[in-house]
């Protein structure tokens, strides 16, 4: 199975979110993902790295450039055809799994439980 046909963890959804709108580095994808998933997806570096060496190697990703920045390499990533196809087969994969729970009729019963209307 590939990846794009399975659930992606919530890392990886949000790294692929993160680079959607422009070409970032990683401190920069580190910060978007943060931000896009209010706080929920902390990135280590070792995370970051690792998830994009495998990205890269599953072509979802590129480097679009690198640069020494202070004495520093530096490369900054972009989404790639292949993981804009990927990330959206995601958002709409769980966009399926919560509309089945959204819409389901449900009422609460005397002792606080939960069942279908």
């Known amino acids: 199975m590939t990846r794009s046909s399975a659930s992606m963890r919530e890392p990886t959804y949000f790294i692929l979110a993160a680079l959607q709108d422009e070409p970032l ?9 943060l931000e896009l ?22 072509e979802m990703v590129r480097v679009a450039e690198e640069a020494v920045v202070n004495g520093r390499a530096r490369r900054t990533y972009e989404l790639t055809q292949r993981g804009m196809s990927a990330l959206t087969a995601e958002a709409e994969r769980m966009a399926a799994a919560a509309s089945v729970v959204r819409h389901r ?6 002792a ?3 069942v279908p209307a």
């Open 112 to 114: 606080g439980r939960v």
């Open 25 to 33: 580095h990683g401190y920069a994808i580190v910060k978007r993902a």
């Open 37 to 58: 998933s209010d706080g929920r997806v902390r990135l280590t570096t070792g995370t970051l790295y690792a998830a994009l060496d495998r990205l890269t190697g599953e």
């Open 105 to 110: 009729s449900v009422r609460p019963t005397a």
